[in-house]
C-alpha cells in the first residue's frame, strides 16, 4: 500500500530524474497540464520518471500505458487510479 502521488512528489521524481538537466525548467509553475515535450522533457526522462515511480510504488506501468502519459497529470492520473492506496 501506498500514498497518493502528489504533484508534489512528482516534481522532486523529476528533479531527481533529470539532475542537473532540471536546472534551467520551470517545474515550479503551472505544469499540469503542459506537455512534457514543452517542459523539455523528452521521452528517454519520462520513460526514466516512470520507471522510478514503479520502484517507489511498486507498480508495472505498461509500455503501452507509457506512450499515453504526455503531460504531468496523465501520470498522476494513471498511477493514482492504479496504486492501492492505504
Do not use: C, W
Not at 514543452?38 to 509500455?63: N, W
Request: aromatic content about 4%; glycine content about 4%; charged content about 30%.
Amino acid at each position: 500500500m501506498s500514498t497518493p502521488l502528489t504533484l508534489d512528489r512528482l516534481r522532486q521524481i523529476m528533479r531527481a530524474t533529470l539532475g542537473s538537466a532540471a536546472d534551467g525548467l520551470d517545474l515550479d509553475g503551472e505544469i499540469l497540464d503542459t506537455p512534457f515535450a514543452d517542459l523539455e522533457v523528452d521521452s528517454l526522462a519520462v520513460l526514466e520518471i516512470v520507471t522510478q515511480i514503479q520502484d517507489e510504488y511498486r507498480m508495472r506501468i505498461p509500455d503501452d500505458a507509457v506512450d499515453t502519459m504526455k503531460t504531468p497529470r496523465a501520470v498522476l492520473d494513471y498511477v493514482n487510479e492504479h496504486v492501492e492506496v492505504g
